[in-house]
């Protein structure tokens, strides 16, 4: 079986004593020759609490499995504001909330000129990743957030009965295996050509249904 030892100190302002959720805290670190995600990305934190007329606004459910799912075109825009997180082009969302349902996704640059909008704002429960390195795409990242083995530290350090959610710490935590960093320029070029074509597949299939 396995053991963790947590120092009082250590507990921090959650106070967590599940076994499970401190194991996903080593689980987070033993990538050997890994780099820490914290050395790679920031947390872009900058909110709004007033939407544009021409601001695309991102739910969790906008994104899936890597992929991007556009808000609907119906026109229609929330009646009651909150505050929402602004999206610059380039980062990566991932969903702390349910990290089951694999809510993470990588936003191209360019797409607002494609979309026709002057700027993204997202829900509070993304985290908003942008790249420490501005030469840099964090677009590899995605199908990493998304492996079964990251997946399981999630789903192990989630807390909260109704709406799981892991924290910030836990994320910035993680450890990048060597391969996957050093690969990163061809992964993100992948990623980014799958989501754009998805993008351009869903605008589309939307004027195909406005001429019916």
């Not at 544009?52 to 906008?62: I, Q, R, S």
């Not at 119906?74 to 380039?90: A, C, I, L, M, Y």
């Not at 991932?94 to 993204?120: A, M, W």
């Not at 192990?156 to 959610?165: N, S």
Request: hydrophobic fraction near 35%.
């Amino acid at each position: 079986m396995d053991k963790v030892s947590v120092a009082q100190e250590e507990l921090g302002p959650l106070c967590s004593l599940s076994p499970e959720y401190w194991l996903s805290f080593l689980s987070a670190q033993d990538a050997e020759g890994g780099i820490p995600l914290e050395e790679i990305v920031s947390l872009y934190k900058k909110t709004r609490s007033s939407i544009g007329e021409n601001t695309l606004v991102l739910d969790t459910g906008n994104s899936d499995r890597g992929l991007f799912i556009l808000p609907s075109s119906d026109g229609s825009r929330p009646q009651r504001t909150s505050n929402k997180k602004v999206v610059p082009e380039g980062a990566v969302l991932i969903s702390r909330l349910r990290p089951y349902l694999k809510q993470v996704v990588y936003v191209p640059y360019g797409i607002c000129e494609l979309l026709g909008v002057d700027s993204i704002l997202c829900s509070t429960e993304y985290y908003v990743l942008e790249s420490k390195d501005s030469g840099s795409s964090i677009a590899y990242l995605v199908p990493w957030l998304l492996s079964s083995k990251v997946q399981s530290i999630f789903d192990q350090a989630t807390t909260g009965g109704h709406h799981p959610r892991f924290n910030e710490e836990l994320l910035l935590r993680l450890s990048v295996p060597k391969n996957i960093h050093d690969t990163s320029a061809s992964t993100s070029k992948r990623v980014d050509s799958l989501v754009a074509q998805h993008l351009h597949a869903q605008l589309e299939m939307s004027k195909i249904i406005v001429q019916a």
